[in-house]
């Protein structure tokens, strides 16, 4: 069975770093392409980020560039999505989701129809 767990989430000040994970189960990473999303109450699921499994190119939203950074370990059959300078408005919740593309590249895609399999999600709350 395929699966994606997040873990990772919880509750940071403003200013302050967490790294979430979304492990894959059933399924080896290195043929997928990885987004991260997330979504605040009352508002839509949001692409942040991605990552390619061929060739390892990263994308990012305007809103988190420079601040958020994507990497994956094939060998542990991982993504990480790492988050520093948190601000209030990332308060959410994380998901992660999977495309498999083989040997094909993946650009910047941040429409949740784009993605296969997801996981059931991680919250981060930012507040003081």
């Known amino acids: 069975q395929l699966q994606l767990v997040e873990s990772g989430g919880g509750l940071v000040q403003p200013g302050g770093s967490l790294r979430l994970s979304c492990a894959a189960s059933?399924?080896?990473?290195?043929?997928?392409?990885i987004g991260w999303f997330r979504q605040a109450p009352g508002k839509e699921r949001e692409g942040i980020s991605c990552i390619s499994n061929s060739d390892g190119n990263t994308y990012y939203a305007y809103s988190v560039k420079g601040r958020f950074t994507i990497s994956r370990d094939n060998a542990k059959n991982t993504v990480y999505l790492q988050m520093n300078s948190l601000k209030p408005e990332d308060t959410a919740v994380y998901y992660c989701?999977?495309?498999?593309?083989?040997?094909?590249?993946?650009?910047?895609?941040?429409?949740?129809?784009?993605?296969?399999?997801w996981g059931q999600g991680t919250l981060v709350t930012v507040s003081s």
């Open positions: 989701a999977s495309r498999e593309t083989g040997s094909m590249g993946w650009g910047p895609r941040w429409s949740p129809a784009q993605y296969d399999y």
């Open positions: 059933g399924f080896s990473l290195d043929r997928y392409a």
